[in-house]
């Protein structure tokens, strides 16, 4: 997967349709809806910045999307790693370069559609046609 498709990665472009869970309904993995009462506003780049962790996920990518965790360097470039279900379960990483277009949504390569990016505090949302991200920073101790 070239490092350019990294967004559709991460929204779950790559599903097949049909593709459900095996354990646990998709409407059942958004076990921290909070997030929902929060109030949203448009990311700037020094916030898109940083160690990004899966908190929740909604929409089609929640069926085969099992965690997924990326670094966004201040300089432009990125890593990615996701988990999709399996059998059995499988990672993929990406990297390359990303940036917020004049809208402020977050492009990552060249190839990639755009996405929507709100912060809430520690938070941060992804969205697309896919469904949405909420990803939380994540401190290194």
């Known amino acids: 997967m070239k490092p350019a498709k990294l967004l559709s990665f991460l929204l ?11 354990t646990l309904d998709v409407s059942a993995r958004n ?18 910045a940083g160690h990004w962790r899966l908190r929740s996920i909604d929409g089609p990518a929640a069926a085969v999307l099992m965690d997924i965790a990326y670094w966004l360097d201040p300089d432009g470039t990125f890593t990615g790693a996701a988990l999709f279900v399996g059998p059995p379960p499988t990672y993929e990483v990406l990297a390359g370069s990303w940036s917020l277009d004049a809208n402020g949504q977050l ?6 559609e755009p996405a929507a990016v ?13 469904g949405s991200l909420v990803l939380e920073r994540a401190e290194i101790q």
């Open 107 to 112: 492009v990552l390569g060249e190839e990639a």
């Open 12 to 22: 779950g472009a790559v599903l097949v349709t049909g593709c459900a869970s095996t």
């Open 31 to 48: 076990v921290r809806g909070e997030a929902e009462e929060l109030v949203w506003r448009a990311a700037t780049r020094e916030e898109v």
């Open 118 to 130: 709100e912060v809430a505090g520690e938070l941060l949302k992804l969205a697309g046609a896919d």
